[in-house]
């Protein structure tokens, strides 16, 4: 079941060339409207379902820094700093409170495990740092067990997931953008060997420039293209509650748990140390590619053979641009949410903390999320077609990283000096013969 998600009146009148044409209403594109626009430039949103219809309205919603691959960090920062100037620079509250986050730790062992990211944090003056356990008792009253303490974060924050990219996609119409939904994108048309605009199910837009933003659907557009673009999708599932009365402000994750308070009271729930793969023809197709990082992290891993399998496999990989394509065929992923990992995170959250022992459901939905071999995201241009931009394979980390990312996108578009060094998101990486390390962040 699809969590309820702010509705954006959209006209859904083609414009007339724009500068540039995004595709895909998640946190990520219209963060890169928005900043575009702010340029000066001409902007076309076109979103085959309805904005934030899929994983950005289906994360944990946190906003962390800690625990961010190294190669993030910067982007993160930026991306909070733009988080907490988010109401004033669209008008609407999004949800955003630094409310601080911890990994609590049963064990001093496990404690100690944390301890190497302290040094990350030093030398970006992040101020996380090891709580004892009665410091964690401080900040989390009433917890129920014993810690050795956590590992914190207090300028980590959380926002709503539903409300965000709504908020986001009305300030672009509010500054004379133009949004679509219920809008696919077919195929991206090119003069002369760049890009000069696309085709959408309802006609052609004239643009300079097209920035993909399309999550886990990036790799089947990509595809269309001849562009190769590794990318897998795992199922996240979450669970809202009833609002809990006395439950702490800040969030938390443990191995089998992962809370945010939510705006209405209740809270956010989904499992701390498993999500779910879905193995399908394309993880036989990259698995060179994400063997490095099957072997790290398989232990964060369900895998499972589904009926996805088959879905893929039926999938069409190839269209024309006057015939209907997958985007339309399926306008949001709504997968099924893995069952026994929500009940196992709802048992865990119970006993945690006495407010959360009556804890009730009020729903759980499922989201797919975009994960590259290095699990860092593609921030980049593409060199093989002028004018084409690919922003996607966020894995897991993307709303949180999303103004952030919004803003680099606009910049790299523009040709601005960016906010960020943005090398390690090229798009060459996969290609170049550059290794393709994990960093270790969690």
Same mark, same amino acid.
């Given at each position: 079941?699809?969590?309820?998600?702010?509705?954006?009146?959209?006209?859904?009148?083609?414009?007339?060339?724009?500068?540039?044409?995004?595709?895909?209403?998640?946190?990520?594109?219209?963060?890169?409207?928005?900043?575009?626009?702010?340029?000066?430039?001409?902007?076309?949103?076109?979103?085959?379902? =309805? @904005? /934030? %219809?899929?994983?950005?309205?289906?994360?944990?919603?946190?906003? &962390? $820094?800690?625990?961010?691959? !190294?190669?993030?960090?910067?982007?993160?920062?930026?991306?909070?700093?733009?988080?907490?100037?988010?109401?004033?620079?669209?008008?609407?509250?999004?949800?955003?409170?630094?409310?601080?986050?911890?990994?609590?730790?049963?064990?001093?062992?496990?404690?100690?495990?944390?301890?190497?990211?302290?040094?990350?944090?030093?030398?970006?003056?992040?101020?996380?740092?090891?709580?004892?356990?009665?410091?964690?008792?401080?900040?989390?009253?009433?917890?129920?067990?014993?810690?050795?303490?956590?590992?914190?974060?207090?300028?980590?924050?959380?926002?709503?997931?539903?409300?965000?990219?709504?908020?986001?996609?009305?300030? =672009? @119409? /509010? %500054?004379?953008?133009?949004?679509?939904?219920?809008?696919?994108? &077919? $195929?991206?048309?090119?003069? !002369?060997?760049?890009?000069?605009?696309?085709?959408?199910?309802?006609?052609?837009?004239?643009?300079?420039?097209?920035?993909?933003?399309?999550?886990?659907?990036?790799?089947?557009?990509?595809?269309?293209?001849?562009?190769?673009?590794?990318?897998?999708?795992?199922?996240?599932?979450?669970?809202?509650?009833?609002?809990?009365?006395?439950?702490?402000?800040?969030?938390?994750?443990?191995?089998?748990?992962?809370?945010?308070?939510?705006?209405?009271?209740?809270?956010?729930?989904?499992?701390?140390?498993?999500?779910?793969?879905?193995?399908?023809?394309?993880?036989?197709?990259?698995?060179?590619?994400?063997?490095?990082?099957?072997?790290?992290?398989?232990?964060?891993?369900?895998?499972?053979?589904?009926? &996805?399998?088959?879905?893929?496999?039926?999938?069409?990989?190839?269209?024309?641009?006057?015939?209907?394509?997958?985007?339309?065929?399926?306008?949001?992923?709504?997968?099924?949410?893995?069952?026994?990992?929500?009940?196992?995170?709802?048992?865990?959250?119970?006993?945690?903390?006495?407010?959360?022992?009556?804890?009730?459901?009020?729903?759980?939905?499922?989201?797919?999320?975009?994960?590259?071999?290095?699990?860092?995201?593609?921030?980049?241009?593409?060199?093989?077609?002028?004018?084409?931009?690919?922003?996607?394979?966020?894995?897991?980390?993307?709303?949180?990283?999303?103004?952030?990312?919004?803003?680099?996108?606009?910049?790299?578009?523009?040709?601005?000096?960016?906010?960020?060094?943005?090398?390690?998101?090229?798009?060459?990486?996969?290609?170049?013969?550059?290794?393709?390390?994990?960093?270790?962040?969690?």
């Amino acid at each position: 079941m699809s969590p309820e998600v702010d509705s954006v009146a959209t006209p859904n009148v083609l414009p007339g060339p724009v500068d540039v044409v995004v595709i895909g209403g998640g946190i990520v594109g219209v963060s890169t409207a928005l900043f575009l626009q702010q340029k000066g430039f001409r902007v076309a949103l076109c979103e085959k379902g =309805v @904005i /934030a %219809g899929e994983q950005s309205s289906r994360n944990w919603g946190w906003c &962390r $820094a800690m625990g961010r691959d !190294a190669r993030e960090i910067p982007l993160i920062q930026e991306s909070l700093r733009l988080w907490k100037r988010m109401e004033g620079l669209v008008g609407h509250d999004v949800g955003f409170r630094t409310c601080g986050i911890a990994y609590p730790a049963a064990t001093q062992d496990k404690l100690d495990a944390h301890a190497p990211w302290l040094e990350h944090s030093r030398i970006h003056q992040l101020g996380s740092r090891i709580l004892t356990a009665d410091e964690l008792r401080a900040l989390m009253p009433g917890p129920t067990g014993d810690f050795a303490g956590a590992l914190y974060t207090p300028g980590d924050g959380r926002a709503e997931p539903a409300r965000a990219a709504p908020a986001i996609a009305r300030a =672009v @119409i /509010a %500054g004379g953008g133009t949004v679509l939904t219920n809008c696919a994108v &077919r $195929a991206v048309e090119t003069t !002369a060997g760049r890009v000069s605009g696309v085709v959408t199910e309802s006609g052609t837009i004239a643009a300079g420039a097209v920035v993909l933003a399309g999550g886990a659907w990036s790799r089947l557009f990509c595809g269309n293209m001849d562009l190769d673009l590794p990318q897998l999708k795992v199922l996240g599932s979450v669970l809202r509650t009833a609002p809990i009365e006395g439950g702490p402000e800040i969030s938390a994750a443990g191995s089998d748990y992962g809370f945010r308070k939510r705006a209405d009271g209740g809270y956010s729930l989904a499992h701390g140390g498993l999500s779910t793969f879905d193995i399908t023809p394309d993880a036989f197709r990259l698995f060179s590619a994400f063997l490095p990082a099957l072997k790290s992290e398989h232990k964060g891993l369900k895998l499972r053979l589904s009926r &996805r399998f088959v879905d893929e496999l039926r999938q069409k990989r190839r269209w024309a641009a006057d015939r209907v394509s997958p985007f339309e065929e399926t306008r949001i992923l709504d997968p099924e949410p893995d069952a026994k990992l929500l009940e196992a995170a709802m048992a865990a959250f119970r006993r945690l903390h006495p407010a959360f022992a009556a804890a009730r459901e009020v729903q759980r939905w499922g989201g797919l999320i975009d994960v590259t071999p290095d699990a860092v995201p593609v921030i980049s241009d593409v060199a093989a077609l002028p004018g084409f931009f690919v922003a996607t394979g966020f894995s897991g980390h993307g709303f949180g990283l999303g103004p952030g990312a919004g803003k680099l996108m606009a910049e790299l578009v523009a040709g601005d000096t960016p906010v960020v060094d943005p090398t390690p998101f090229r798009f060459a990486r996969f290609t170049d013969g550059s290794p393709i390390t994990l960093d270790g962040g969690f």
